[in-house]
């Protein structure tokens, strides 16, 4: 009786939980998390929740108390923490809680382990009215929401102006060009074409650089095509032949006009940083968590010296008039569908508002999950750069909750090579990719063209 009536209390400030689970004295917990000194407040954020409902508890009189068991694993990364988190499942040990990479959910649901959140929501409207809309778009999965984002970032197109500046670029160019990409005036081609315009002047060594290696950034660029690469409706990853011929094509035009290496797969990170941080690149894309780097290899002292130097833009559209791009790979918390989902759920709600998501946003340099976080202090004090990266996310893509995104990726990458080395037109890069892309994935994949 003492916990219906905190949950009545509760309901007033929070929202009411969907239903009143029946409670021990103390109800323990399973966290699972992986063990990350980048960012141990993913998990804490959850620790200290509990914290403040068992305070809670006691202010009302309650004997109730949550105990968190939290489950910290050494999984190199969040794929492999992905895959372990499965196998605990598969034999019983479900967590309540999981931190975990958003693009996993679409495995946890099919497995029986991600709880349906959409009742638990839709309850507590207000615990969640100020999240930035497009992240719900990370934890979707047929149509539901499986999760909750519990970070954000943004990768873009960072730009040196001063070599613009040194290839006679006036001021209101400089200053111009996001609005100009925002509009769809300012093209994928535009962009190679300014690197070539830059080289060519003798401004810089480099045109432009992109990652080395496979990874979730080239889906900017991919989409900035208009190439979707995910089936909402059937829960599969796809791909359009004419899309990725004419995504290859533009990687094409860059080598052939000089402002794109033909080597840049064989590059190291370690010489890809370099190349934009040491002044010999006009342009990079990748993400926000570089400004640090930025600011120490260019000497710069804040954020008016930073964008005197560095402007950002979003990929560019791929044709006059269309819409720009860029990526966000959010982390999120998921719910086990277990006897204590709705509790677990509750503290996730806590967790997830403004002041414990803006201790871990500004100690990670990650983007905030609600708007008004930016608001807060500890943004406006020193956390300019993640101010202004957050109105970015209205163009934000997403990796796809598929199991075999990774896959895919590696597949699609080899075109990337093949093309920018010269060893495959466009035409054959795509032929080459979707055939690969149908023998290793088979029915997760849709060939639309």
């Known amino acids: 009786m003492k916990f219906n009536l905190f949950l009545a209390a509760t309901a007033l400030a929070f929202g009411a939980i969907t239903t009143t689970p029946v409670l021990a004295e103390e109800v323990t917990l399973k966290l699972w998390s992986r063990a990350d000194r980048s960012g141990p407040l993913r998990a804490g954020n959850i620790v200290t929740a509990a914290d403040q409902l068992n305070r809670a508890f006691a202010a009302a009189g309650s004997d109730t108390r949550v105990k968190i068991d939290l489950i910290e694993t ?47 929501i839709a309850a507590n409207a207000a ?106 409706d059937a829960a599969k990853l796809q791909i359009t032949k004419s899309g990725l011929t004419e995504y290859y094509g533009w990687l094409k035009y860059c080598v052939g006009n000089g402002s794109l290496p033909a080597d840049m797969t064989s590059y190291s990170w370690d010489s890809t940083h370099a190349a934009f941080r040491g002044g010999d690149a006009m342009g990079k894309f990748h993400g926000i968590w570089n400004v ?40 999120v918390y998921v719910v086990g ?68 995104i990774g896959q895919y990726n590696a597949i699609t990458y080899t075109g990337v090579q093949a093309v920018e080395t010269g060893e495959m037109t466009p035409e054959d890069a795509a032929e080459m990719v979707i055939e690969e892309l149908e023998v290793e994935l088979g029915d997760d994949v849709i060939i639309l063209d």
């Open 74 to 120: 050494n999984a190199k990364g969040f794929d492999a923490d992905a895959l372990d988190l499965l196998k605990a499942h598969s034999v019983g040990d479900t967590p309540d809680i999981a931190v975990a990479a958003h693009e996993w959910i679409g495995s946890f649901v099919e497995a029986g382990f991600a709880a349906n959140l959409e009742p638990h």
């Open 127 to 232: 615990m969640y009215a100020d999240i930035i809309p497009q992240l719900w778009t990370s934890v979707m999965y047929k149509g539901d929401r499986y999760g909750i984002p519990q970070d954000s970032e943004v990768r873009m197109f960072f730009v040196n102006n001063d070599i613009l500046r040194k290839a006679g670029k006036s001021e209101d160019f400089i200053a111009g060009l996001p609005a100009a990409v925002e509009a769809g005036e300012f093209t994928m081609y535009d962009w190679c074409d300014l690197g070539a315009e830059a080289v060519n002047s003798g401004a810089a060594k480099i045109g432009w650089v992109h990652r080395p290696n496979v990874g979730p950034d080239f889906q900017m660029a991919m989409a900035a095509f208009g190439i979707d690469i995910y089936n909402d």
């Open 337 to 404: 569908d277990t006897p204590n989902k709705d509790l677990a759920a509750l503290l996730v709600a806590m967790a997830s508002q403004h002041v414990p998501n803006t201790a871990h946003a500004v100690g990670t340099n990650h983007t905030p999950i609600n708007y008004g976080q930016t608001a807060m202090p500890e943004f406006q004090d020193g956390g300019w750069a993640l101010i202004k990266g957050t109105p970015m996310l209205k163009y934000a893509e997403f990796m796809p909750n598929h199991a075999k």
């Open 292 to 331: 640090g780097a930025q600011l120490e290899a260019f000497g710069l002292t804040g954020e008016d010296d930073y964008f005197h130097k560095l402007t950002w833009i979003h990929a560019p559209a791929g044709i006059k008039g269309g819409a720009p791009k860029n990526l966000s790979h959010p982390v």
